[in-house]
Antibody, heavy 123, light 107 residues
Framework: QVQLQESGPGLVKPSQTLSLTCTVS??????????WIWIRQPAGKGLEWIGR???????NYNPSLKSRVTISVDTSKNQFSLELTSVTAADTAVYYC???????????????WGQGTLVTVSS | DIQMTQSPSSLSASVGDRVTITCRAS??????LSWYQQKPGKAPKLLIY???SLQRGIPSRFSGSGSGTDFTLTISSLQPEDFATYYC?????????FGQGTKVEIK
């Protein structure tokens, strides 16, 4: 059973960098055709896809965040990470990591999720 | 970006009711659509992928249909544990996008 767990500071000051790590257990992040993703959800609002990374290191980012986002992978630690720079209050949200599985052609579905971690941007 | 629009935004239903939620894409996405269920304080849970494929372990009262721009999630007989918010999500092209959610409440 694959499990994902987010970790990182719960409070970040405005203009600073938000850094989160997702640790994967029950499976190797370096195997298979999966991609590893970050999603966020402001309180009471919907889900926003932030970006994805393959175990090769190839990334895709949401254009709305692309200039501020970096996702990286460390296969030796079975972890992948998110960095979001120059944060503002608008970046306050629950951040989820998840696994995206390929279902053929352009089908990708998110079958395993972390529990989510609340990050608040405030001075 | 492909916009995903769900309707209704919320609905009230009773245990045993048949419930239908609609998701419309701003352009054709073939069958590259998934459905998720989210309960308060929890991560979303995959129900359906590729428009109509039931994820392992999900009860058969959940079903999905559609292709192109119009999709439907149906719960054939609503159970107490089904009261939650439901999201559709397209994977036809990045950025992957979600619908705004449909909250299913107890009548």
């Amino acid at each position: 059973q694959v499990q994902l767990q987010e970790s990182g500071p719960g409070l970040v000051k405005p203009s600073q960098t938000l850094s989160l790590t997702c640790t994967v257990s029950g499976g190797s992040i370096g195997s298979g055709s999966y991609s590893w993703i970050w999603i966020r959800q402001p309180a009471g609002k919907g889900l926003e896809w932030i970006g994805r990374i393959y175990n090769s290191g190839t990334t895709n980012y949401n254009p709305s965040l692309k200039s501020r986002v970096t996702i990286s992978v460390d296969t030796s630690k079975n972890q992948f990470s998110l960095e979001l720079t120059s944060v503002t209050a608008a970046d306050t949200a629950v951040y989820y990591c998840a696994r995206a599985a390929p279902g053929g052609y352009s089908v990708w579905y998110f079958d395993y999720w972390g529990q989510g971690t609340l990050v608040t941007v405030s001075s | 970006d492909i916009q995903m629009t769900q309707s209704p935004s919320s609905l009230s239903a009773s245990v045993g009711d048949r419930v239908t939620i609609t998701c419309r894409a701003s352009q054709s996405i073939s069958r590259n659509l998934s459905w998720y269920q989210q309960k308060p304080g929890k991560a979303p849970k995959l129900l359906i992928y590729a428009a109509s494929s039931l994820q392992r372990g999900i009860p058969s009262r959940f079903s999905g249909s559609g292709s192109g721009t119009d999709f439907t999630l149906t719960i054939s007989s609503l159970q107490p544990e089904d009261f939650a918010t439901y999201y559709c999500q397209q994977s036809d092209s990045t950025p992957w996008t979600f619908g705004q959610g449909t909250k299913v409440e107890i009548k």
